[in-house]
């Protein structure tokens, strides 16, 4: 076994840092001191805004955030999970920016404002849940932490490759049956862990970055051929992975990360400023989901747009994005709602979402699809005609639906009962002591985006189900797939066959 001190010198490493050692890592740690001072940028520039206490409150929190979780083996996957909800929630304040106009004085007025403050004290909540679930993780061993390093690059882009295969199957199988619809968009997310595996082995070791570079550009092209921005997650996983391994911080990368940052936002605005154009044209209506446009053709209209940039309104793409990237107003219009009518039912919302998690249905084929937009219409008396045309729904959001149970703070209690669920089931996989431990992050990962992926307007059934499913899927791959694959990707150079595998305790 190599020893930690002889570990490959890449462009990053998978090895906690030593005392000693003087190099700056992306860790915990680091992003803690960026957060440190980007809250205290908030505080300073908080005057010329139009809340200034809300302003600068929003802005210390993601600090508060890294400080609560910041524990020596916490998943990188809950960076995710809380940076992004709490990005969903500033986008509002940022929006007071665009609109010169504060939080309470808006069209629902200070419950506007109340829901920001709410918000925020859920994304804490979440975090102490997090760090009682997650916080005590035991220590991998020196081998299992490092295994990833020892895989060959190709081998990992031959993993790549052969989860389009299955990721194609399960989007094929799932639109068969609506009992398989659930199991198979978990199994989908296995290219999730696939990318991980590849970007970290990458890093760690510093070969393969030609690899990297393909797999980064066929997945941001490839993602814009759907209707959807499935583009952004290939960035997400590559900002994961590299704080997964903690690569090295210098020049080169401060430069990389702004390029990164860079790219991620002109490709957002970029989508939010043809998106709706592109769906018309891919479908042939405004009331369908069906493409029905050839993948040459579609790939030739979106790249005619991106080299005529004058042909989009980047100003009011960019605005676009603000306001469809903050989700406050309709949790403000939820507080509206409920407190001039209370739901008449007492825990309606859990109540219905546990008996439908409950109700697999595979068993209970005529259970009631799940409609995010009678809920919307319910709770906060919204108008869901353009969603419903385009053949999308509108959701309140889960805070939103545990504040029309419990009120604040009471909500609070539902937010931590949330927390505790999926911080448990990350746990769990966390806790596979026979794993490598890249895989473990990853499998965490998938956990989490499956979960998360739609930040704080993904319904309350929605995350208890794909709690559920996903972790009742992955138990099973755990046990029966990863092995196989691990023996394959642990066999020595030139290909000598080693003994069958032992498969893992689920």
């Known amino acids: 076994m190599t020893p930690l001190r002889q570990a490959p010198a890449g462009?990053?490493?998978?090895?906690?840092?030593?005392?000693?050692?003087p190099q700056v890592c992306l860790d915990y740690s680091f992003l803690?001191?960026?957060?440190?001072?980007?809250?205290?940028?908030?505080?300073?520039?908080?005057p010329l805004a139009r809340d200034p206490t809300a302003f600068a409150v929003g802005g210390i929190v993601p600090w508060m955030l890294i400080s609560i979780i910041k524990r020596p083996n916490m998943p990188v996957a809950v960076i995710f999970f809380l940076i992004w909800q709490w990005t969903q929630v500033y986008a509002r304040e940022l929006q007071t920016l665009a609109d010169q106009e504060s939080l309470g004085h808006g069209?629902?007025?200070?419950?506007?404002?109340?829901?920001?403050?709410?918000?925020?004290?859920?994304?804490?909540?979440?975090?102490?849940?997090?760090?009682?679930?997650?916080?005590?993780?035991?220590?991998?061993?020196?081998?299992?932490?490092?295994?990833?390093m020892r895989w060959q690059a190709r081998d990992m882009m031959i993993l790549y490759f052969a989860s389009i295969p299955v990721v194609t199957f399960a989007r094929i199988a799932g639109g068969i049956s609506s009992g398989l619809d659930q199991p198979m968009s978990a199994l989908r997310n296995i290219k999730v862990l696939v990318l991980i595996l590849l970007f970290s082995n990458i890093m760690s070791t510093g070969k393969g970055g030609k690899f990297l570079l393909f797999v980064v550009v066929f997945e941001t092209i490839s993602g814009f051929t759907g209707l959807f921005a499935d583009f952004k997650s290939i960035f997400i996983m590559l900002g994961l992975a590299a704080i997964a391994v903690r690569i090295r911080w210098g020049f080169t990368l401060s430069i990389a990360s702004i390029a990164w940052l860079t790219i991620v936002v002109a490709?957002?605005?970029?989508?939010?400023?043809?998106?709706?154009?592109?769906?018309?044209?891919?479908?042939?209506?405004?009331?369908?989901?069906?493409?029905?446009?050839?993948?040459g053709d579609r790939l030739g209209y979106i790249g005619n747009r991106a080299i005529t940039p004058s042909s989009v309104d980047w100003n009011g793409a960019s605005y676009a994005?603000?306001?469809?990237?903050?989700?406050?107003?309709?949790?403000?219009?939820?507080?509206?709602?409920?407190?001039?009518?209370?739901?008449?039912?007492?825990?309606?919302?859990?109540?219905?979402?546990?008996?439908?998690?409950?109700?697999?249905?595979?068993?209970?084929?005529?259970?009631?699809?799940?409609?995010?937009?009678?809920?919307?219409v319910r709770l906060a008396k919204g108008d869901p005609t353009d969603e419903v045309r385009e053949g999308t729904s509108i959701s309140v959001g889960y805070m939103a639906e545990n504040y029309a149970?419990?009120?604040?703070?009471?909500?609070?209690?539902?937010?931590?009962?949330?927390?505790?669920?999926?911080?448990?089931?990350?746990?769990?996989?966390?806790?596979?002591?026979?794993?490598?431990?890249?895989?473990?992050?990853?499998?965490?990962?998938?956990?989490?985006?499956?979960?998360?992926?739609?930040?704080?307007?993904?319904?309350?059934?929605?995350?208890?189900g794909s709690v559920l499913m996903t972790t009742i899927v992955y138990v099973i791959v755990a046990r029966f797939g990863y092995p196989y694959v691990l023996t394959w990707l642990n066999r020595p150079v030139g290909g000598r066959k080693l003994p069958p595998p032992r498969r893992v305790r689920a």
């Open 267 to 295: 490709l957002a605005i970029f989508w939010s400023g043809v998106k709706g154009e592109y769906r018309q044209y891919a479908t042939g209506s405004d009331e369908s989901q069906t493409i029905n446009v050839s993948l």
């Open 321 to 376: 994005l603000l306001i469809r990237l903050a989700y406050i107003d309709i949790f403000g219009s939820v507080i509206t709602v409920q407190e001039a009518n209370p739901e008449p039912e007492t825990m309606r919302q859990w109540r219905e979402a546990l008996a439908h998690v409950l109700q697999p249905r595979f068993l209970f084929p005529d259970k009631a699809p799940l409609s995010d937009s009678d809920v919307y």
């Open 32 to 46: 803690q001191k960026v957060f440190a001072f980007v809250g205290a940028l908030t505080v300073v520039l908080s």
């Open 405 to 464: 149970d419990l009120g604040f703070p009471g909500m609070l209690v539902g937010i931590l009962v949330l927390g505790f669920i999926i911080g448990g089931a990350c746990r769990y996989f966390m806790s596979l002591k026979k794993l490598p431990w890249m895989v473990r992050e990853g499998t965490a990962v998938v956990l989490i985006y499956s979960v998360a992926q739609g930040g704080m307007e993904v319904s309350l059934p929605k995350v208890l």
């Open 107 to 148: 069209i629902f007025g200070t419950s506007i404002e109340r829901a920001y403050y709410y918000s925020l004290a859920s994304l804490l909540t979440l975090a102490f849940a997090m760090r009682l679930t997650l916080g005590r993780i035991p220590d991998p061993t020196p081998q299992l932490r490092t295994q990833h």
């Open 11 to 21: 462009i990053g490493a998978a090895l906690p840092r030593r005392k000693t050692d």
